[in-house]
């Protein structure tokens, strides 16, 4: 998966995966599947992913109906943190122990 956001290319192809997750609703309009990844020239993190209507990543068809959907979610080092210390300590610690206090 490829996309150009605010003139960065974020692509899955190139960057770095740091971990996947999923709310573990696979049946559900609110279901989501993703991966954190870090590419690797600017070092700027992302979610790439896919869900249900009612995820971050649901589209719109027109101006009420939404549908599930695809794409990817550019995120700050400190969401990124965050999201790997949710759905995955053990990466979190090693991808930005910096970031983690004593």
Known sequence: MKKIINGVRYSTENA?????AWNGYSSDFSH????????????????????????????????????????????SEEQAFEFAQQHAPEQAEAHFGHLIED
């Open 32 to 75: 989501w599947e993703a991966t954190l990844y870090r590419t690797p020239r600017s070092g700027r993190y992302f979610l790439a992913g896919s869900g249900g209507p009612l995820s971050r990543f649901a589209r719109r068809l027109d101006g009420t109906t939404r549908t599930g959907g695809e794409g990817i979610i550019p995120l």
């Open 16 to 20: 770095t995966p740091i971990c996947d």
